[in-house]
């Protein structure tokens, strides 16, 4: 009877999510833009001294917008300080200048020194760039008030955001007793644009933190990145830029690890670009020695956690591959002799692909060591109408004469500037041969403040272990309904600024369908008196008995208390404590948090957690401690400390039998001479040495010197 009342209700959510499907597709694709918000490029001979000072006599033939609008608290409201930002370029280089006004600079928030941190928690502003003109994807260009950079790209129309791209860019800033200025300096070569176009998309953001102030230059935007509402920038003259059309980088390392003899390694990286359109990347024998440890994170379900990509040869036009169901996890590939990409675009049509050869054991496969395996990937995506796309994504390990991986078809499209779907349909090919697709629809309405969504997924029996030699999938053979609503409402008054409730539920079966699971995920955050914000969860799940993942049925739960305090000048304090039920133990979780600007270029964040399991599971009880701690001489010169441990703990709080189970030590000196490439790095490492490493304790002394041609 209970299996029956499931097999209905599944059906009819189906329906559901298929008329709400139809409903979208039936809504007439016609919006259209004006783009009445332009900026005239006015090209100049003279080259500008980037350093922040807005003296150079170029600048005053520059046009000029000083209209910005809030996107929050007030949204479509003027910015509530002025802002003025003027455009140039040669045929070399793109400059912007911005002059932000600031009546109370000691309010200024300048405290993030990090490269590609987040530098949008000070006071910042950033260019949005989409050189193709196609409404889809776009370049990022964001510096602080002290020149800090982060920079990245976006595409499907901003759904996708990749910030571990990096580009080679100048900038600086100063302040003054009246606000604060930049100067932002892109070389032609940084980017891939059409050099027959006149007009590129173009947007602008300041930031002002103490305000919690976001303005636009473009108005009433549903997102800060949809690009398909950028204004545009125009008079461009693309024919005569002088850009240079390779890059080789070199390195050489040398390695003396405890208990072994000194070892040296070489290799390059190789970037051309065939056209202002297409580039060709290659690496021989790249680095992948370890400049930043994976954070711990605790993983209170039975399924595999993803890590993020940081090693440079893979980050070049990752974000295509980011989708929903992950064809290609390029963690999955470990130590690699060479690899080949190619990224680039051709009117409505992208194109990406790489390939490259690893032994599989090397990135922690369950295999004999040994074998080389091909890894080879690729997306071709058709763009059209304002920001949708619709593209073909294949994956493939080749490995002792078998291939395994998948191919398949994904959507990204807007219907209306907030409906809109995504979807994927994916056929997988290995070890198995039934239940071999998965697809997923997900048709959502997203305005400036709210989102609502609902999702209907298939993946059938065989999916995971065709896919995960080369993808990422936690688990199959599920049939999956899944739907969130959430909005940010502005109070602004009476110390309450926002508040922002969200509701998540998620419910799966078996194909055959058995109920698996049901997740429910409620907060509300509020944020106070513009420094505090207070986030209120509960979270419950149920997770039916699925061999060998799940020996019987469990009922877990989680509540967690998170308070934290932002001074917006330097100091950062967070508290969180929860509560619940976990796989048949008890659990409790306090963290605590503290990062803090100690003198200027000089910052520290501390943070740890205490676990309890009651009685104690294979998780056991633990400490875990985590310091990071950066001294920058300047922007391009700094020197590290991080730590991190986990102690299990296997008595009461207070007792001092701690057994280390795992420990990680750096000491980094960074030097980027020829930024963000070429560099001299000194680190002393206890612990994995290698980014494809699971575990290792031993101590490593290593050097590296890169240059850039």
Known sequence: MKSCYLLRLRRLLM????????????????????????LTAIKIDDNINIDGVLDESQWQSADQISDFYQFQPKHGEPASLNTVVKMLYTENVLYFCFYCYEPDISRLSARVTRR?????????????????????????????SIGTQKDGRYADNGRTQ?????????????????????????????????????????????????????????????????????????????????????????????????????????????????????GLDATINPDFATIE???????????????????????????????????????????????????????????????????????????????????TVFRVNREFGSGSNIGLIGANRYY????????????????????????????????????????????????????FHVRYTHVGEGVRENINPIGYIRDDNRREFDTNIRRVFWINKNGIESIQPSVNYNQYWSQNGDLR?????????????????????????????????????????????????????????????GKGKNFDSDVEEIMGSIDLKITEGWNATYSITRLWFWPETDDESSWRHFVRSTYYFNNDMYFKVFYQSRYKVNRLLG???????????????????????????????????????????????????????
């Open 655 to 709: 007792d001092t039998a701690y057994d280390l189970d795992r420990e990680n030590i750096q000491l980094v000196f960074v030097w980027r001479f020829l930024p963000p490439f070429g560099s001299i790095q000194l680190a002393y490492q206890e612990g994995a040495t290698r980014i494809t490493e699971l575990d290792n304790r031993s101590k490593t002394f290593f050097t590296k010197f890169s240059w850039v041609f």
């Open 293 to 375: 440890a994976d954070v711990e994170r605790t993983n209170l379900t039975r399924f595999e956690i993803s890590y993020p990509e940081k090693r440079p040869f893979f980050l070049e036009g990752n974000e295509n591959y980011s989708t929903r169901i992950r064809q290609f996890y390029s963690r999955r590939i470990g130590e690699i002799p060479w690899g080949l990409k190619i990224n680039g675009k051709f009117d409505d049509w992208k194109i990406n692909a790489l390939s490259t050869q690893s032994d599989p054991y090397s990135a922690g496969a369950d295999i004999k060591e040994g074998k080389e395996a091909n890894y």
């Open 517 to 577: 699971s049901w997740e429910l995920r409620n907060s509300i955050e509020f944020s106070l008196f513009k420094k505090w914000s207070l986030d209120i969860s509960h979270n419950a799940d149920f997770k039916a008995e699925y061999l060998p993942v799940f020996e019987k049925d469990f009922r877990n739960n989680m509540s967690e208390v998170e308070l934290d305090y932002d001074s917006k000048i330097g100091k950062e304090i967070s508290f969180t404590y």
């Open 162 to 278: 990749d910030n571990n791209w990096d580009g080679k860019w100048s900038s600086a800033s100063t302040v003054n007793s009246d606000g604060w200025s930049a100067e932002i300096a892109i070389p032609f070569e940084t980017l891939k644009f059409n050099s027959e176009l006149t007009e590129w998309g173009l947007n602008f953001i300041r930031v002002v933190p103490r305000n919690l102030e976001v303005s636009l230059w473009i108005r009433g935007m549903v997102s800060t990145h949809r690009v398909s509402q950028f204004g545009r920038l125009t008079n461009l003259d693309l024919s005569n830029v002088v850009a240079k059309r390779y890059t080789i980088i070199p390195y050489a390392q040398s390695q003396l690890e405890e208990g072994k003899d000194p070892d040296g390694r070489a290799g390059l990286d190789f970037r051309y670009s065939l056209a202002s359109n297409l």
């Open 400 to 451: 002792r004469n078998d291939n395994t991986g998948s191919v398949g078809l994904v959507a990204t499209l807007f219907f209306t500037d907030v409906f809109g779907m995504t979807s994927q349909m994916i056929k997988s090919h290995g070890s198995k041969d039934d239940g071999t697709w998965t697809y997923f629809f997900r048709p959502s309405y997203d305005s400036e403040f709210s989102h």
């Open 116 to 144: 590609d941190a987040d530098v949008e928690d000070d006071d910042a502003v950033g260019v949005f760039l989409d050189t193709f003109n196609d409404d889809n994807n776009a370049y990022y260009f964001i510096v602080n």
């Open 15 to 38: 329906r559901l999510s298929f008329y709400a499907m139809l409903l979208l597709f039936s809504i007439v694709i016609s919006y259209g833009y004006s783009y009445s918000q332009q």
